[in-house]
């Protein structure tokens, strides 16, 4: 997949490390330093592969002439006892490196999985699926690239790279016309959201020349009656869809018409794939 990676990668592997290795592994100090091994790790269920550079950062901060042969890519599909990769070299950093690399692995690809399970309830429609914000402290940019890699979209990085107006905002600033007003004077370089919560509201943000509308937990019928008023405009905005989306309902809401469907819980509620690696020594 064509998908640029993150540039934080050596940095949070870096800090992954720490936390487990601190001072040193004790454990494999018990294995002789000679000893060499080849280790194998396989997924025990279908899952969207994610993860691939990170483990190579992994092997690669602990010990450089470990060898890495992948056989599987990030975004590929794959099938309960399928062979993700083989890592050959000295049996101490394999041993160091496992629980960490495989945190990651099975993050990231839990993380690609469940975005293309939603991905494909929505297929045959024009929606698409973003993330939002509620991601793990700290691997924010790599479960960015997880959700791309499940064939999702990403939303905002973050809170500096586009302005999303809530109902704090509206309230501090008086009226949704005037939030819009303030975000436009502050900047033209991003785009504005406003978080709408009825009908009402969302005229309000076709007043204010707001260019994309996020629909808090309408209806079924409210979010296809948005979508008419919405097609009735010289410049319709873009609407994304949100709150009480879930595998079972997200069809009926994407068939509604909407541009979007964010969805907090593909970075947020994470389960991790269940993978295994098992380890050969030899002298």
Known sequence: MNIPLPPDIDSTVRHALAEDVGAGDLTASLVPAEVQGHARVITRETAI???????DAVFRQLDPSVRI???VADGARVAPNDLLFEARGSARPLLTGERTA?????????????????????????????????TLPGLRLAQKYAVRCGGGRNKRIGLFDGILIKENHIAAAGSIGAAVAAARALTRQVPVEVEVETLA?????FAANADLALLDDFSL?????????????????ELEATGGVDLDNIGATAA???DFISVGSITKH????DLSMRLALSR
């Open 201 to 205: 509201e969302l005229e309000e943000a």
């Open 270 to 273: 994470v389960r991790a794939i």
């Open 69 to 71: 042969e992948w056989h």
């Open 256 to 258: 509604t018409g909407v």
């Open 49 to 55: 592969v994610c993860g691939v550079a990170w483990v």
């Open 102 to 134: 495989i945190n990651f692995l099975q993050c990231l690809s839990g993380t690609a999985t469940q975005t293309n399970r939603y991905v494909e309830a929505v297929k045959g429609t024009k929606c698409q699926i973003l993330d939002t914000r509620k």
């Open 221 to 237: 019928a409210d979010l296809s009656e948005a979508v008419v008023r919405n097609r009735r405009r010289a410049r319709p905005l």
